[in-house]
Structures are given as C-alpha cells and as structure tokens.
T-cell receptor, first 113, second 114 residues
Framework: DTAVSQTPKYLVTQMGNDKSIKCEQN?????MYWYKQDSKKFLKIMFS???????INETVPNRFSPKSPDKAHLNLHINSLELGDSAVYFC????????????FGPGTRLTVT | GIQVEQSPPDLILQEGANSTLRCNFS?????LQWFHQNPWGQLINLFY???GTKQNGRLSATTVATERYSLLYISSSQTTDSGVYFC????????????????FGQGTILTVHP
C-alpha cells in the first residue's frame, strides 16, 4: 500500500537524452512536489502543483518541465540531459499548499553518463 | 530566504547511547519536520512538529517556535538509527500564507556502532 510511489527507481542515461520520471500518490492529497538531492545530500525544492496548478517554480533550467495530468500524478520531464543533472529526485505530497506535513516517495536516482 | 542550520554535522555513538540533534531556523515557520534518511536513501517521516513536544518510542522532539529551534532526542540508540537526520521547515509567508516550500538543513550524519 505505497502512499507515494515513483518510477523508475534508477535511471541511467547518456548526455543529451530526454527522460521522464513519474510520481503517483494515493493519499487523496491536493498538492505535490519535486525535490532534488545533490551529491552532497542537500535537498532543494524544484516545483509544486496544487490541484494541477503550478504554484512553486524555483530557479530550475527550463529543460525541466513538470506536468500534472490530475491531482494524484506529477511527472517530471527532463530534456537534453547534462552530467550535472545526476542526482536523486524525490516526489512528495501534502493535503494542501501551506504548512501541512509532506510525505515523500522513495526517490529516483538519475545518473547521466 | 529562511536559513536552517543543524548541529552537530556528524555524530558517532556506541549502541545504547543517547543523543540530541539541534535545528535552528531564522524566521517564523508553520511547518517543521524531522526526517531520517536511511542508508538505502529512503526519507522517513519522524515528526511533524511546528511547535510543542511529541514522542514516538525511543525518539522524541521539541520545537520552541518563539525561540526558533527544534531538538530531536534519540535514546538507547541502535545500529538501525544510523543515517542522515534532516530538519526541514516551511516559512510563514507574508500575510500568513505559504506554499509548502520545505527548506532543508544540511543534515546530521549519525553513525551508531555495535
């Protein structure tokens, strides 16, 4: 009964390729997020959607494009992958946008060679 | 933006020891969470504690919002407690609104030896 799930768990690809990471939550939450954890373990928010509307868009290269087809899904598409995109990407969800508790998925480890 | 500082950066314990991890933050918050990232990379929710005190088994946490700090206590540590402990906050936005933007500290790396 996974609350927040991500696919794939691991992704190895070459520079210049385009790839997508999918996230799904079955908690009935309205808000979903993407966070990036770099090689030094630092976690930073990238995007957030509330009821399919983009509400947080941090300073992220426009090669990264999130898409929320419905409240339960938030996907991350990355164009023209670069070596520096190698990281662990976490999806999270919360009941609403604000000070609610956030629940994280298992992460997707992206390696760009 | 809000600053989140955790201390100590590293902590090495023998099994059975107790420890206290600290999180200082620079502005008012309406969310504070403690996470444990285990050696497999999973981020596990420990506490949602924007204020007050909570306990869950051997772990407890206290947030003093007026003084802008939170403490995580681990008692009788076990090897399975090893990993990185993160504190993360959502700042109270202008007008009392915010968008759930969790800002993380740099983490405390805990190693528990048998």
């Amino acid at each position: 009964d996974t609350a927040v799930s991500q696919t794939p768990k691991y992704l190895v690809t070459q520079m210049g390729n385009d790839k997508s990471i999918k996230c799904e939550q079955n908690l009935g939450h309205d808000t979903m997020y993407w966070y990036k954890q770099d090689s030094k373990k630092f976690l930073k928010i990238m995007f957030s959607y509330n009821n399919k509307e983009l509400i947080i868009n941090e300073t992220v290269p426009n090669r990264f494009s999130p898409k929320s087809p419905d409240k339960a899904h938030l996907n991350l598409h990355i164009n023209s992958l670069e070596l520096g995109d190698s990281a662990v990407y976490f999806c999270a969800s919360s009941p609403g946008a604000g000070g609610y508790e956030q629940y994280f998925g298992p992460g997707t480890r992206l390696t760009v060679t | 933006g809000i600053q989140v500082e955790q201390s100590p950066p590293d902590l090495i314990l023998q099994e059975g020891a107790n420890s206290t991890l600290r999180c200082n933050f620079s502005d008012s918050v309406n969310n504070l969470q403690w996470f444990h990232q285990n050696p497999w990379g999973q981020l596990i929710n420990l506490f949602y504690i924007p204020s007050g005190t909570k306990q869950n088994g051997r772990l407890s946490a206290t947030t003093v919002a007026t003084e802008r700090y939170s403490l995580l206590y681990i008692s009788s540590s076990q090897t399975t407690d090893s990993g990185v402990y993160f504190c993360a906050v959502v700042p109270l936005g202008a007008g009392g609104t915010s968008y759930g933007k969790l800002t993380f500290g740099q983490g405390t790396i805990l190693t528990v030896h048998p």
